[in-house]
């Protein structure tokens, strides 16, 4: 919002808005209307005093992909092995592929 002193919801025109700065939020007081949000920083969330600094960090993972449903950041169940590379126990594999057959039915488009 350009003039926050000005401002009035556009549902109610009440004046009484409240900002939570917690959330970066802008609220009627009102009828809850949310008027105003701060934009997500998508920048990096660390800091470099070189250019070599800058150039050794990136950031990690793959970034969201809106031509997914659920914007590529879903769950993915694979392998046999724990995170110490150990073998799983046979019953907790099958616990394991009961979660895969329920998570890939969970992702199934039925429009």
């Known amino acids: 919002m ?4 000005d401002a009035a919801c ?4 009440s004046r009484n808005l409240v ?10 007081a ?4 949310v008027i105003d949000e701060a934009p997500i920083d ?4 660390w800091r470099a005093f070189t ?14 992909s809106y031509s997914l449903y659920d914007k590529g950041l879903s769950t993915v169940f694979k392998g ?4 110490q590379g150990n073998r799983l126990k046979d019953e907790t594999l099958i616990k394991m592929d009961r979660l895969r057959r329920y998570d890939n039915r969970s992702k199934l488009d039925e429009t």
């Open 2 to 5: 350009s003039d926050k002193k």
């Open 10 to 13: 556009t549902r109610c025109g």
């Open 19 to 28: 900002h939570d700065p917690e959330n970066g939020e802008t609220v009627c």
């Open 30 to 33: 009102n009828c809850g209307l």
């Open 42 to 45: 998508r920048g990096p969330e």
């Open 51 to 64: 250019a070599d600094e800058k150039d050794a960090r990136s950031r990690t993972g793959l970034g969201v």
């Open 80 to 83: 046999d092995r724990d995170a």
